[in-house]
């Protein structure tokens, strides 16, 4: 179910009412229940998948509770084997497949395994990662094993943030399912001022976005330096708007029933480095690397060039997790470059000059810039047409006769959106929303609403993580 | 408790009044430009047809394609209105289907001048092919722009995805489940009994024993083949078929508004299809043919048989692909016969 959706605008307070009406006791089954139909509402036959991980991870971390030596490691094995082996299957399958191809093809041989029509499951990126950052925890002992498969399954299902996270572990969400949350004035008003404002930007500042970035990418080569520019610009402010409007909603939802999730973003266009952008940026997915992959392989208590493998190994990971292709290897890729860059201009003494104010906003500019030009990897359906963007961007392709002009009502909201951004810096809407008086908290809410109902875009554009 | 209900009333209240202010503005400023990007013209073709036309033609690309070729370069619906002394107006555009018309028919106003439309029935619509095809999701979407209601909530049932929005790979995994799973009315002793094993059989396997002078299989020949037996092999399920649903509240809606039905129901490539994949294959639209003949003659609709009129295969524009889109000489034949059925109406 999508959140921008009429649906989902009848299913969330339904399901409010439900909550808050029954007794604790029986709450796992309500939002069990909603939770299913939420999903089964994309596809209803992989529903299935998340039944299959919830029996395998609640299975696992019972056994490896209640074992010890080799057998721990095993079943952790097995539960990693059964999350990975389900994202290979149906998120890398046909990569593999044409990557093998193409390889045996270039060494002289002959090869053309069949590729398959396969339908990815939404999210299942997600809830992968979640599911196995719980069996991981019980492994080293730092997460006692849930013994209701109800609660268990609600920790994977929980619809608020099932697709598209924030990734959460299970000491905090878990924990929080299990405590008996009554009906709070504040949760709810909370939620519904996270949601509004969610909605406002997934629908007014990345759906209004999107047509200008689509005119970038299917006229790749054709269009002119400066409109590249602005296309380029445009999807950094599309896919943080589009990201961050799903996680302020789920993070709404969520806290319509009492339940806090952690911020996925923090305003991480405001980065002065790249090292800051990732500590900004899809917090919950860094995290988990950073937890799950980067501390186990040693972190940064190793020699440097061990740490830089290290930090290859995240940030390649981190692209592949994003999507079967080589371009989001890259873009992971690029941005480990760009890290190292960072790392060691930090150990020269022009870091003192990067510390003085202008040196901020210069290196703020420079990290904007970066990233935004990384972004061309992440969007680009190929290594082609991610090249052609980068010559017209750069000027190396001469004028392209496609401009691209955003009109008045697509800019509108995102300077409303900046604006916003700018006003609450540092904190987050329905805090920021919750300090003024009425009249201007219903003011910023009458705009907030005027914009969705009238300059929201008229295209259908799914939430872009959706498709991980 | 209270207090979040006084709050929500409060938010309601806003609402309901930003949706209203809104929606002058919308209408005058933005509403044409929404309905234009989302391709959907024909809702102010309507507005102005429907007032100095006794007739309208609500049709697809069938009335928009030329031929190269043909010296004539009117559609079916200007060669009617030439046939016919009423004005006949065209609300025509590409691929649309059942569920268009029924939402533009219901935007025939009461002080309207019409008293007859003529509908293409178009077979290929009722497959799973169309049914479940990519064109959908944009379709569905423009539909609601044409939702009889005011703009401002068309648009906000718009953007917040009030209508069957399904991913292009879930529609197209359900296409292939009808495929193997719909059963067909073959004759017991063939042996494919879904389109997918026909389709197999047809190309995987060659049966039709297609190949090229020297020997090799004749690829183009081969997907034509499985082509017309994935568009045409299907048998319509009258609970399940949407299109059924469709044209059932075309006919509804049209006695309530008072209005004369005929269902052009449109020449298909048969010559092709028999010469192609054979009598089994053309048995199957026969089949079909009569039974939306049969359901929609009734008073008050008159459903004209154009399945068989345009018989040269060579008067059908798309050689290599199964449409219905004729050159003038099939454009005639489809216009004459309408205009002949359906004389009470058109004369």
Same mark, same amino acid.
């Given at each position: 179910?999508?959140?921008?959706?009429?649906? #989902?605008?009848?299913?969330?307070?339904?399901?409010?009412?439900?909550?808050?009406?029954?007794?604790? *006791?029986?709450?796992?089954?309500?939002?069990?229940?909603?939770?299913?139909?939420?999903?089964?509402?994309?596809?209803?036959?992989?529903?299935?998948?998340?039944?299959?991980?919830?029996?395998?991870?609640?299975?696992?971390?019972?056994?490896?509770?209640?074992?010890?030596?080799?057998?721990?490691?095993?079943?952790?094995?097995?539960?990693?084997?059964?999350?990975?082996?389900?994202?290979?299957?149906?998120? /890398?399958?046909?990569?593999?497949?044409?990557?093998?191809?193409?390889? &045996?093809?270039?060494?002289?041989?002959?090869?053309?395994?069949?590729? *398959?029509?396969?339908?990815?499951?939404?999210?299942?990126?997600?809830?992968?990662?979640?599911?196995?950052?719980? $069996?991981?925890?019980?492994?080293?002992?730092?997460?006692?094993?849930?013994?209701?498969?109800?609660?268990? +399954?609600?920790?994977?299902?929980?619809?608020?943030?099932?697709?598209?996270?924030?990734?959460?572990?299970?000491?905090?969400?878990?924990?929080?399912?299990?405590?008996?949350?009554?009906?709070?004035?504040?949760?709810?008003?909370?939620?519904?001022?996270?949601?509004?404002?969610?909605?406002?930007?997934?629908?007014?500042?990345?759906?209004?976005?999107?047509?200008?970035?689509?005119?970038?990418?299917?006229?790749?080569?054709?269009?002119?330096?400066? %409109?590249?520019?602005?296309?380029?610009?445009?999807?950094?402010?599309?896919?943080?708007?589009?990201?961050?409007?799903? %996680?302020?909603?789920?993070?709404?939802?969520?806290?319509?029933?009492?339940?806090?999730?952690?911020?996925?973003?923090?305003?991480?266009?405001?980065?002065?480095?790249?090292?800051?952008?990732?500590?900004?940026?899809?917090? %919950?997915?860094?995290?988990?690397?950073?937890?799950?992959? /980067?501390?186990?392989?040693?972190?940064?208590?190793?020699?440097?060039?061990?740490?830089?493998?290290?930090?290859?190994?995240?940030?390649?990971?981190?692209?592949?997790?994003?999507?079967?292709?080589?371009?989001?290897?890259?873009?992971?890729?690029?941005?480990?470059?760009?890290?190292?860059?960072?790392?060691?201009?930090?150990?020269?003494?022009?870091?003192?000059?990067?510390?003085?104010?202008?040196?901020?906003?210069?290196?703020?500019?420079? $990290?904007?810039?970066?990233? $935004?030009?990384?972004?061309?990897?992440?969007?680009? +359906?190929?290594? %082609?047409?991610?090249?052609?963007?980068?010559?017209?961007?750069?000027?190396?392709?001469?004028?392209?006769?496609?401009? &691209?002009?955003?009109?008045?009502?697509?800019?509108?909201?995102?300077?409303?959106?900046?604006?916003?951004?700018?006003?609450?810096?540092?904190?987050? #809407?329905?805090?920021?929303?919750?300090? /003024? +008086?009425?009249?201007?908290?219903?003011?910023?809410?009458?705009?907030?609403?005027?914009?969705?109902?009238?300059?929201?875009?008229?295209?259908?554009?799914? #939430?872009? /993580?959706?498709?991980? | 408790?209270?207090?979040?209900?006084?709050?929500?009333?409060?938010?309601?209240?806003?609402?309901?009044?930003?949706?209203?202010?809104?929606?002058?503005?919308?209408?005058?400023?933005?509403?044409?430009?929404?309905?234009?990007?989302?391709?959907?013209?024909?809702?102010?073709?309507? =507005?102005?047809?429907?007032?100095?036309?006794?007739?309208?033609?609500? @049709?697809?690309?069938?009335?928009?394609?030329?031929?190269?070729?043909?010296?004539?370069?009117?559609?079916?619906?200007?060669?009617?209105?030439?046939?016919?002394?009423?004005?006949?107006?065209?609300?025509?555009?590409?691929?649309?289907?059942?569920?268009?018309?029924?939402?533009?028919?219901?935007?025939?106003?009461?002080?309207?001048?019409?008293?007859?439309?003529?509908?293409?029935?178009?077979?290929?619509?009722?497959?799973?092919?169309?049914?479940?095809?990519?064109?959908?999701?944009?379709?569905?979407?423009?539909?609601?722009?044409?939702?009889?209601?005011?703009?401002?909530?068309?648009?906000?049932?718009?953007?917040?995805?009030?209508?069957?929005?399904?991913?292009? =790979?879930?529609?197209?995994?359900?296409?292939?489940?009808?495929?193997?799973?719909?059963?067909?009315?073959?004759?017991?002793?063939?042996?494919?009994?879904?389109?997918?094993?026909?389709?197999?059989?047809? @190309?995987?396997?060659?049966?039709?024993?297609?190949?090229?002078?020297?020997?090799?299989?004749?690829?183009?020949?081969?997907?034509?083949?499985?082509?017309?037996?994935?568009?045409?092999?299907?048998?319509?399920?009258?609970?399940?078929?949407?299109?059924?649903?469709?044209?059932?509240?075309?006919?509804?809606?049209?006695?309530?508004?008072?209005?004369?039905?005929?269902?052009?129901?449109?020449?298909?490539?048969?010559?092709?299809?028999?010469?192609?994949?054979?009598?089994?294959?053309?048995?199957?639209?026969?089949?079909?043919?009569?039974?939306?003949?049969?359901?929609?003659?009734?008073?008050?609709?008159?459903?004209?048989?154009?399945?068989?009129?345009?018989?040269? @295969?060579? =008067?059908?524009?798309?050689?290599?692909?199964?449409?219905?889109?004729?050159?003038?000489? @099939?454009?005639?034949?489809?216009?004459?016969?309408?205009?002949?059925?359906?004389?009470?109406?058109?004369?």
């Amino acid at each position: 179910m999508l959140f921008n959706s009429l649906h #989902f605008l009848i299913f969330l307070p339904l399901v409010l009412v439900l909550y808050y009406t029954l007794p604790h *006791r029986y709450r796992w089954v309500l939002l069990f229940v909603a939770s299913s139909y939420f999903y089964s509402v994309f596809y209803p036959p992989y529903l299935l998948i998340l039944y299959f991980i919830i029996v395998i991870d609640y299975t696992a971390a019972r056994g490896i509770e209640n074992t010890e030596g080799y057998w721990r490691k095993a079943i952790l094995l097995v539960s990693i084997a059964a999350n990975v082996g389900l994202l290979a299957y149906f998120k /890398y399958y046909n990569f593999f497949i044409l990557s093998s191809n193409n390889i &045996i093809t270039g060494l002289g041989g002959q090869s053309n395994l069949p590729l *398959r029509q396969i339908i990815l499951p939404i999210g299942l990126s997600f809830h992968t990662f979640q599911s196995l950052s719980y $069996t991981i925890e019980v492994y080293w002992k730092r997460q006692k094993a849930e013994r209701h498969i109800g609660y268990f +399954a609600n920790y994977v299902l929980f619809f608020p943030q099932m697709v598209a996270g924030p990734i959460e572990r299970y000491a905090s969400l878990g924990a929080q399912l299990h405590i008996k949350q009554v009906f709070s004035y504040d949760n709810i008003a909370n939620g519904l001022r996270l949601i509004l404002y969610g909605l406002f930007i997934k629908m007014c500042v990345a759906d209004n976005m999107a047509p200008l970035v689509d005119q970038l990418y299917s006229n790749p080569g054709k269009v002119g330096t400066l %409109s590249t520019w602005l296309g380029l610009i445009a999807f950094s402010i599309q896919i943080y708007a589009d990201f961050y409007g799903y %996680s302020t909603i789920a993070i709404g939802a969520g806290r319509c029933m009492g339940i806090k999730m952690m911020d996925n973003f923090k305003q991480p266009y405001f980065a002065t480095g790249i090292q800051e952008f990732w500590q900004r940026w899809h917090i %919950s997915l860094s995290t988990w690397f950073r937890d799950y992959v /980067y501390i186990p392989l040693g972190g940064s208590r190793v020699k440097t060039a061990r740490w830089m493998l290290n930090i290859l190994a995240v940030f390649g990971l981190s692209g592949l997790w994003h999507g079967a292709n080589y371009t989001f290897i890259i873009w992971g890729l690029a941005h480990a470059t760009l890290y190292f860059i960072e790392y060691f201009v930090y150990k020269t003494p022009l870091v003192k000059l990067i510390k003085t104010p202008v040196g901020q906003w210069v290196s703020g500019a420079f $990290t904007f810039i970066a990233v $935004t030009l990384i972004w061309i990897f992440f969007r680009a +359906a190929d290594i %082609s047409q991610a090249k052609l963007v980068i010559k017209t961007a750069l000027g190396i392709i001469p004028n392209g006769a496609v401009i &691209i002009m955003p009109t008045l009502w697509q800019l509108l909201p995102v300077a409303l959106f900046i604006l916003f951004e700018i006003i609450i810096r540092g904190k987050r #809407f329905e805090i920021w929303a919750g300090s /003024y +008086a009425a009249p201007v908290r219903w003011v910023s809410y009458a705009l907030l609403a005027f914009c969705i109902v009238l300059f929201s875009g008229i295209q259908s554009y799914p #939430f872009i /993580y959706f498709q991980f | 408790m209270a207090k979040l209900v006084y709050k929500l009333a409060m938010a309601a209240v806003l609402l309901a009044a930003i949706v209203w202010v809104a929606n002058p503005l919308y209408t005058h400023y933005f509403f044409k430009n929404d309905v234009l990007e989302a391709k959907g013209k024909l809702l102010f073709d309507l =507005d102005s047809l429907q007032y100095t036309n006794e007739v309208l033609y609500f @049709g697809e690309s069938s009335d928009l394609t030329i031929a190269e070729t043909d010296t004539c370069q009117w559609s079916i619906s200007q060669m009617i209105d030439k046939l016919s002394p009423k004005n006949v107006g065209r609300v025509s555009t590409h691929a649309i289907h059942g569920a268009t018309y029924v939402k533009l028919i219901q935007n025939i106003k009461p002080d309207s001048k019409v008293k007859t439309i003529i509908v293409t029935l178009n077979l290929r619509s009722f497959g799973a092919d169309w049914i479940h095809s990519r064109l959908e999701t944009p379709l569905m979407k423009t539909n609601v722009l044409y939702e009889p209601m005011p703009p401002i909530l068309r648009r906000l049932q718009v953007v917040f995805n009030g209508y069957d929005n399904t991913q292009t =790979d879930i529609r197209e995994e359900r296409r292939m489940q009808h495929w193997q799973h719909d059963k067909i009315n073959v004759p017991d002793t063939f042996p494919y009994k879904n389109v997918n094993d026909w389709d197999m059989a047809a @190309g995987k396997d060659n049966i039709y024993n297609y190949v090229l002078p020297n020997g090799a299989r004749n690829d183009p020949k081969i997907e034509l083949a499985c082509h017309y037996i994935k568009t045409y092999a299907f048998s319509i399920d009258v609970d399940k078929n949407p299109r059924i649903a469709d044209f059932d509240k075309i006919v509804a809606l049209a006695k309530t508004k008072k209005l004369n039905v005929v269902f052009n129901l449109l020449a298909e490539n048969l010559e092709y299809a028999d010469s192609l994949v054979g009598p089994v294959l053309v048995n199957l639209m026969r089949q079909n043919r009569d039974l939306l003949v049969k359901r929609y003659t009734q008073p008050g609709v008159i459903v004209v048989d154009n399945l068989e009129t345009v018989t040269n @295969g060579l =008067d059908f524009t798309d050689q290599n692909w199964t449409t219905e889109h004729y050159n003038q000489t @099939g454009r005639w034949l489809v216009a004459r016969n309408v205009v002949s059925k359906a004389d009470v109406w058109l004369k």
